[in-house]
């Protein structure tokens, strides 16, 4: 993503797309309801919190690769 673009989005010139909301939020290493500024973010599945760090960077690497699977 160009440097200007991100200018535009802070500034409010120009509001991201789905898409680039969601690679912001993977490079920030951030939810996206985090970048929307929503005070309560979601979880991706019931108990999420209930699992570490370790457990949900496993699941989300298995999502990662399905998804690349599909393309």
Do not use: C
């Not at 500024?37 to 690769?65: M, V, Y």
Request: glycine share 2%; no cysteine.
């Amino acid at each position: 993503m160009q440097p200007s673009a991100i200018a535009h989005f802070e500034a409010g010139r120009r509001k991201p797309s789905f898409d680039n909301v969601r690679a912001l939020a993977k490079a920030l290493h951030v939810s996206a309801d985090y970048l929307l500024g929503t005070k309560t973010a979601t979880t991706a599945f019931r108990d999420e919190e209930k699992l570490s760090t370790r457990d949900r960077d496993f699941i989300q690497n298995l999502i990662d690769t399905m998804i690349k699977d599909k393309k």
